[in-house]
């Protein structure tokens, strides 16, 4: 635990058997947890600030949870992270800032907060178990094309235009006949990017309260 202030706080090249619980106070922080290996949950909250985490080179045994205050936050995962149980990334007020990557092996879930934010997934993991929330403010969510997420992902736009662009050569939409994969808008354009899509059997748009555009 953490006082107010700028800090800086990084776990390198451990084995932990049980938890990892890092709560940081307000101020700009920064947080990093790399070529570590922990034993049950990791567990990250941050304060009011312009926040920075990073997980590197990590495998958690169960859950992943990383929460950050208001602010322009950045969230960082590489593709050698592995988690084992359920992955939640929440983000406050602020432009924020989210790479999701890693082979995540249960429930995903992202809220992002009620600024510009911007999102890009490049992980493997159940696709319909993946819940990614936008919020309100103008977002972006960019799939690449290391994505694999094979069942029925679903993205809810909040109150801005928000566009979903999505990577040839990922897998992010449904890839087995019957199920979909649906992207839900409320704002004044909820936009994907279909073009480049692979696998594509079946596209679901439920828009909101205006115009809505799927290209």
Do not use: W
């Not at 920064?30 to 567990?43: E, F, P, Q, R």
């Not at 950050?68 to 929440?90: E, P």
């Not at 178990?129 to 103008?138: E, K, S, V």
């Amino acid at each position: 635990n953490m006082k107010g202030g700028n800090d800086y706080v990084e776990i390198d090249d451990i084995f932990v058997v049980g938890d990892v619980r890092i709560n940081m106070a307000a101020g700009d922080d920064t947080v990093g947890v790399i070529d570590t290996i922990i034993g049950d949950d990791l567990m990250i909250t941050t304060g009011a600030g312009a926040d920075v985490v990073g997980i590197v080179d990590v495998g958690v045994a169960d859950m992943l949870r990383v929460v950050t205050g208001s602010g322009g936050d950045a969230i960082g995962m590489q593709t050698c992270v592995t988690v084992l149980g359920r992955t939640t990334i929440v983000t406050g007020s602020g432009v924020d800032g989210v790479h999701l990557a890693g082979n995540l092996n249960d429930r995903v879930t992202v809220n992002m907060g009620s600024s510009d934010d911007i999102l890009a997934v490049a992980a493997t993991s159940p696709g319909n178990l993946t819940r990614l929330i936008l919020g309100g403010g103008d977002d972006q969510v960019f799939v690449h094309s290391t994505t694999s997420m094979p069942g029925s992902p679903r993205v809810a736009g909040g109150g801005g235009t928000d566009s979903v662009a999505v990577n040839f050569g990922s897998v992010f939409v449904a890839n087995t006949p019957g199920v979909e994969a649906s992207i839900i808008g409320s704002g004044v354009d909820a936009q994907i990017d279909a073009a480049r899509v692979a696998f594509l059997v079946l596209y679901t748009v439920r828009g909101g309260d205006a115009g809505d555009l799927v290209c």
